[in-house]
């Protein structure tokens, strides 16, 4: 498969998350590139890219090898090995990279401390040099810095077709009980002007739903202060955002913060009348309060 272009991967020594982020001039590249597992490990595979190498590099990681074995074994298999590009980092931050000689240039990359950074057909080396350099130096959570790295290497020249696609990939450090569990960001920009503006919309969001999750468990522990404070968070990453705000008025509701709750439901039933057809069906299942008067007040009923 065709999938010229760039990307990171990387661990975080502190949270211990592990992620993967690409950009391309290439529709979907979300669906061929990055590749990762919670527990395990991310994978991104490249250039005339063989996508085997992402879920198979997986089950080797998955078995306890090291990125760099489990690298060996998909290059030493692998007769187009040559034209390949590809980088895997493991749970334990270990990181191996192959960039075969007959990738189209400007093709190369770089290992630092726990991440390495890869690319080609892009305009110069210069590209994944500042790839590097801004992960190193960015601030905020695994997501940020490597949004910052695909936002380098644009302004340094990236692909040199122009851009079309992005995607971002993070996963806990953590192996959960289930492989599907534990993907912190999963978000794809298949197609767009600016992709790499759209993703990073799309991480903010996603950042708010977070923490409302997080909120949510705090809630079901009966931490509910701690619940409260932490929706308060996520709303204020998102305060546009209706369908937050509407979800959130459960968690209200359950701490005891019934006008707080009623006023929020009110805002956004009036911002967006769609969601007063919510209200009963939630009640009905136990989401709202089941309260035939507070229902009716709420929407203008006698």
């Not at 085997?52 to 760099?68: E, I, K, N, W, Y």
């Not at 806990?172 to 002007?193: S, T």
Request: aromatic residues 4%; proline residues 4%; neutral net charge.
């Amino acid at each position: 498969m065709l999938a010229h272009t760039y990307s990171i991967t990387a661990r975080d020594p502190d949270t211990g998350e592990i992620g993967v982020a690409v950009h391309s001039h290439a529709f979907a590249v979300g669906a061929l590139v990055p590749w990762a597992e919670a527990g395990v490990g991310v994978v991104a595979t490249q250039a005339f890219a063989n996508v085997d190498h992402g879920p198979r590099g997986l089950a080797l990681m998955r078995t306890g090898v090291s990125a760099a074995e489990a690298l060996a074994a998909l290059v030493r298999e692998d007769e187009g090995r040559e034209m390949r590009q590809l980088a895997l980092v493991d749970a334990q931050g270990n990181v191996a990279v192959h960039t075969g000689s007959r990738c189209i240039p400007a093709a190369g990359h770089l290992c630092g401390e726990g991440f390495s950074v890869q690319a080609n057909l892009v305009e110069s080396d210069a590209v994944w040099l500042a790839m590097a350099e801004a992960y190193a130096r960015a601030g905020g959570d695994l997501a940020a810095r490597l949004l910052a790295a695909l936002q380098a290497a644009q302004a340094a020249g990236g692909d040199i077709r122009g851009q079309q696609a992005a995607a971002l990939l993070v996963v806990a450090g953590a192996r959960p009980r289930w492989p599907w569990q534990g993907r912190l960001f999963d978000l794809r920009v298949d197609d767009h002007p600016r992709p790499l503006d759209e993703l990073a919309r799309l991480v903010a969001i996603r950042r708010a739903w977070l923490l409302f999750e997080r909120s949510a468990e705090l809630a079901r522990a009966q931490r509910l202060e701690e619940a409260v404070g932490t929706l308060e968070r996520a709303i204020a990453l998102q305060p546009r955002l209706a369908e937050l705000r509407f979800r959130g008025t459960e968690i209200l509701f359950q701490a005891g913060r019934v006008e707080q709750a009623l006023a929020t439901l009110r805002t956004v039933i009036a911002e967006e009348p769609a969601w007063a057809k919510m209200v009963s069906r939630l009640a009905a299942v136990g989401l709202l309060p089941d309260d035939p008067a507070l229902l009716g007040s709420l929407l203008g009923r006698r």
